[in-house]
């Protein structure tokens, strides 16, 4: 369903009052948000502050999976986790270092204190933009309606949708003895060993958090790691973290996990068996629309069990919206919020706004660091003549600490028009370089602009600007 610009359901600025007393004779509200993560509260905040009466309803705690129990509370992780390898690589540098310990109990309470700083936050910046919060479980009852979990009946003029997604278990014989990210926030203590199983971004990041710390780290998975990713990167991966210690066992998939003396032993297709303290499931997220009543308010759902929606992000169900990770179109925190702010802008703005889905940068916070944008080598060369630019390097930080991980900066640039089509980092900081280079790649830089912005020295990034030629072989 297209949406165009005389269909949207908007407050033009000039007929918002008026417009708001007719409303509210019928509704209660302007709009009714459900779920209060980075994409909801967004979407409830600019709303408001374009004139809507906003509601939102939160069943959990405010901030959703990337604050409570997602890319925060992970990112400080990584960051407890890197000071292992720091205080070997000091020594280097001509410090004494003592024989360093760690204390997960200490982690846990700072992290803990940190991430109910931010949900405060969140809670406050709702109350500053005039939102009413429900702290509660809402379900749709038509179009229009939410009921809470009190029965309390609320109607809405619009209603959204953005309660993100849950980690996903695949039915394994003895599943329910393993657990998911949300599950290692609440771990009392550090398990000296894990198995991590999946090869993607929480799979990978996990492993490099516990490695780091200190626990025996195996990670299985059924294909590859990062599947999707660049064939480059993915090697560079497997060896580093191989090198590091990582156990890392692809091809293989469990048949079983059974719990045996309070460990748990994983039984794979290949007749191996691991045995660890924890098994973490990261297989994939899927869309959380449990009890939400999308049967009743008639909200189609795509095959893949997400809830669908058109280019504006709205449903088949004209008054009902739904962003972020329940629609599963790219799960990643940025993508919701921006799809929550072409939300409002649409709906509240009068100004039909898409949310931009092309060329999205990511980082993937493994030990070492991925920063990509754009076409992997294998897209590209489906439908370019391309030119692959290779650096792999120790950089310099790893020198003195006579640390012998490499890294690798890639760009594949189209031989046509001279287009970078992708960049690939993987090392030190390389999600904080990749986000400086998305901004040349969704100018449409070439590689001509590369070549002749001046390079910043000394420093690794200085690479992504002196490539000169081409990888032999290149097509
Ligand atoms: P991913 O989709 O990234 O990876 C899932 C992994 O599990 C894959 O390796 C997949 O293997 C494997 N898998 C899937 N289903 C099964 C199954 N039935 N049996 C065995 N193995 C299976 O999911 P994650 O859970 O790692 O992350 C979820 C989402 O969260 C990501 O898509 C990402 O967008 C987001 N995220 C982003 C982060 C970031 O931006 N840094 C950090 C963490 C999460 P195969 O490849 O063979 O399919």
């Not at 009852?141 to 009190?150: A, F, K, N, P, S």
């Not at 509240?348 to 949310?355: G, H, K, L, S």
Request: glycine content about 10%; some cysteine.
């Amino acid at each position: 369903m297209k949406a165009g610009k005389t269909e949207q359901r908007s407050l033009n600025a000039s007929d918002k009052s008026s417009s708001r007393k007719t409303r509210s004779m019928q509704f209660d509200y302007d709009l009714f948000v459900i779920g209060a993560g980075s994409g909801g509260v967004r979407a409830a905040r600019v709303s408001s502050s374009m004139g809507a009466k906003v509601a939102i309803a939160e069943e959990s705690r405010y901030g959703g999976t990337c604050v409570i129990r997602g890319c925060v509370p992970k990112k400080l992780m990584v960051y407890a986790s890197q000071y292992s390898e720091m205080f070997e690589d000091a020594r280097g540098y001509g410090w004494s270092v003592g024989e360093p310990s760690f204390d997960w109990g200490a982690l846990k309470t700072a992290r803990d204190a940190e991430i109910d700083r931010l949900e405060g936050v969140y809670g406050r910046i709702l109350e500053g933009a005039n939102v009413t919060r429900y702290n509660q479980h809402a379900r749709l009852l038509d179009g229009h309606t939410v009921e809470l979990r009190d029965g309390t009946q609320i109607r809405a003029k619009t209603i959204l949708i953005s309660t993100g997604g849950r980690p996903v278990k695949p039915p394994f014989k003895g599943v329910e003895n393993t657990i998911v990210s949300d599950d290692i926030f609440h771990l009392e203590s550090q398990p000296k060993s894990l198995i991590c199983v999946g090869g993607g971004y929480i799979a990978l990041e996990f492993a490099g958090i516990f490695h780091g710390l200190g626990t025996h780290v195996t990670v299985s998975n059924r294909s590859t790691v990062l599947r999707g990713y660049d064939d480059d990167v993915r090697e560079h991966l497997i060896e580093a973290l191989t090198a590091k210690g990582i156990d890392l066992r692809l091809g293989v998939n469990p048949v079983e996990i059974a719990e045996k003396d309070g460990m748990k032993h994983v039984i794979y297709d290949d007749g191996s068996v691991v045995i660890a303290e924890a098994v973490l499931m990261a297989t994939g997220r899927s869309p959380y629309v449990d009890g939400l009543g999308l049967e009743d308010a008639g909200v189609s759902l795509s095959d893949g069990g997400a809830i669908a929606v058109d280019e504006f992000s709205r449903t088949n169900v004209p008054s009902i919206y739904a962003i972020g990770d329940v629609t599963d179109r790219v799960q990643l925190t940025p993508v919701a919020i921006r799809e929550g702010m072409a939300f409002a802008e649409t709906v509240f703005n009068d100004n039909p706004t898409r949310p931009d889905h092309d060329l999205i940068a990511t980082a993937v916070f493994t030990q070492p660091e991925i920063g990509t944008i754009g076409m992997t080598e294998a897209q590209a060369r489906e439908g370019h003549d391309v030119d692959i630019y290779r650096s792999v390097f120790r950089p310099m930080i790893n020198v003195l600490a006579g640390r012998e991980e490499k890294m690798l900066m890639k760009i594949i640039v189209d031989k046509a028009s001279d287009k970078v089509l992708g960049v690939h980092i993987v090392g030190h900081h390389s999600g904080e370089m990749i986000q400086c280079a998305a901004i040349a790649v969704k100018m449409g830089a070439t590689k001509k602009d590369f070549d002749r912005t001046m390079a910043v020295h000394p420093t690794s990034a200085e690479e992504l600007v002196t490539m000169r030629d081409p990888v032999s072989g290149a097509t």
